[in-house]
């Protein structure tokens, strides 16, 4: 069984807009691929070629199907993943993410839904099928949801930008290597999330010496802003819960 695949993968195989067009109808529906070529108007043997790179990653698989005159079986395809990617570039800006969509019905998923989807979960928990006319009311009311949840996201997103248009100055003036800003930045990127060092030390193909010498440098410069700013002097034992990065290059 195929895993999903990372966020590279699925933009080098979505960048192709037939690719895209064949996932949007088989999102609908299953299709042979004459009914794709047909569809899209494009040549069956470059609608194959597609499906095929969209089958090796898991995007969609396929089935034997009888044939209703007696000839061989035939392949239909359907989507097989689902998950979402997003996208986020501008000055001082770079947020790309690749998240699975969580399973489960309705029941399991309310406990994560906004208070406006509720109702919705609650309407279709423990229904097999429900009328086309009901389906276009509720899909109506849960694109609105979506929407406002975009916007309010838009707004932070904007907020996330601001927070690190003002902190990119104080970085160039505390830190004037190259390497220190780095660091700095691969911190502001995920600031409660642990960095993998050694990672960070090959991508910049750092020597261990001298990376552990950055690592501490930018360690006691930010231990310095928080006693600076808050005018107090930082004293804590082995066992002091300070934040993860306040503990980098240290032995203790």
């Keep these: ?18 690719r895209r067009l064949i996932l949007e109808m088989l999102v609908r529906e299953p299709h042979y691929p004459l009914q794709l070529s047909k569809h899209l108007e494009i040549s069956q043997q470059a609608v ?4 095929r790179v969209l089958e090796e990653a898991g995007f969609v698989q396929s089935e034997q199907v009888r044939s209703d005159k007696g000839g061989p079986p035939k392949k239909i395809f359907s989507v097989k993943q689902s998950f979402s990617l997003r996208l986020d570039l501008g000055p001082d800006l770079f947020r790309s993410d690749h998240r699975t969509l969580p399973a489960g019905g309705p029941v399991r998923l309310s406990s994560r839904l906004p208070d406006s989807a509720i109702p919705v979960a609650e309407k279709i928990g423990g229904r097999r099928k429900i009328s086309v006319a009901e389906a276009m009311d509720l899909v109506g009311q849960l694109n609105e949801t979506l929407e406002a949840l975009d916007a309010q996201r838009d707004a932070l997103i904007a907020l996330h930008q601001q927070v690190m248009s003002r902190v990119s100055s104080t970085v160039d003036k505390n830190f004037l290597q190259y390497e220190e800003r780095n660091l700095v930045h691969t911190l502001l990127e995920r ?39 808050d005018r107090t002097v930082i004293i804590a034992g082995k066992k002091s819960q300070l934040p993860w990065w306040a503990v980098l290059g240290s032995d203790d």
């Design 191 to 229: 600031p409660r999330r642990p960095v993998d060092l050694d990672a960070w030390s090959e991508t910049l193909r750092l020597e261990v010496p001298r990376a552990e010498a950055i690592i501490t440098e930018v360690r006691e410069r930010m231990m310095y802003e928080i006693a600076d700013a």
């Design 48 to 51: 194959m070629k597609h499906l």
């Design 1 to 18: 069984m195929n895993s999903v695949v990372d966020f590279d993968t699925a933009l080098t195989i979505l960048e192709n807009k037939a």
